[in-house]
């Protein structure tokens, strides 16, 4: 318990440190209506949420990252299992996956339009292709790790093929796919934005669009500002998680 509120007066400490420099940098040092001081962003924000507009394009933003993250985990988790066990699926997909991951989600903006329209569907896709590939790298990565004098003394105390997956490769590489479906989510966001920016008719990526037409900078920032702490709660769900199934033998970064 105190390890946990030690943890977070850390984060609040940061978050108060990083305020007060914002507030300083805005007030006193670069005194400009581009960069707007915290309470002005704050007060903005407020007004945003009680008229519902922050929480539309909030929920809109949150329900594409959440289809597509989960559409490309649960595409990604079975491939890289697959490919981490099995050598010729390895050797038969790797070349795909290698080549496809340098292509990066936001080159794809243009085409993902042309086949799936300004719809949902283009953005969906994109996230989902966002996410597919570091899940399929880590999970492949995690089985590849599995420390094989586990496996040989689950073999000799009689376990399965499948037992031995269930009970020791997969837990082994939990952390692994956890720690890629981290990596993913933060793209995802990266993604979402950069895709409602040129096709979108809500979204946080919108909202920051709309706001540079008419020079809302205090609406720029609230969007930015929410986009942060989202990521900052997804971020740190993930490490709980890899904290759970990997205990305190392997420390997280």
Do not use: C
């Not at 329900?63 to 299992?81: A, T, W």
């Not at 499948?162 to 490769?169: C, D, M, P, R």
């Not at 934005?193 to 008719?201: G, T, Y």
């Amino acid at each position: 318990m105190f390890q946990t509120l030690g943890r977070l007066s850390g984060y609040l400490f940061g978050f108060a440190s990083l305020f007060l420099v914002w507030h300083i940098a805005s007030a006193y040092l670069l005194r400009s209506v581009l960069f707007p001081q915290p309470a002005k962003v704050f007060a903005t924000a407020l007004e945003l949420t009680l008229d519902g507009t922050l929480g539309q394009h909030v929920g809109v933003s949150l329900g594409r990252i959440f289809v597509g993250f989960v559409g490309g985990s649960l595409i990604g988790i079975p491939i890289g299992l697959s490919i981490g066990s099995f050598g010729i699926v390895r050797r038969l997909l790797e070349p795909y996956t290698e080549f496809l991951r340098f292509i990066p989600a936001t080159a794809l903006i243009t085409m993902a339009v042309i086949w799936f329209g300004i719809g949902e569907g283009s953005k969906i896709f994109l996230i989902i292709y966002t996410t597919v590939f570091i899940v399929i790298i880590n999970t492949a990565a995690g089985v590849s790790a599995v420390a094989p004098n586990k496996i040989r003394a689950a073999r000799s105390l009689g376990a399965s093929r499948g037992q031995i997956f269930l009970h020791v490769a997969l837990p082994a590489t939990m952390p692994f796919i956890l720690t890629g479906m981290r990596l993913a989510m933060a793209n995802s966001f990266v993604t979402i934005v950069a895709a409602e920016l040129v096709a979108a008719n809500a979204g946080l990526g919108k909202m920051i669009w709309d706001a540079r037409l008419y020079m809302l900078v205090d609406h720029i920032f609230v969007a930015l500002l929410v986009l942060g702490f989202m990521g900052f709660i997804a971020d740190r769900l993930f490490r709980w998680g890899i904290y759970a199934f990997a205990g305190r033998f392997q420390p997280v970064t």
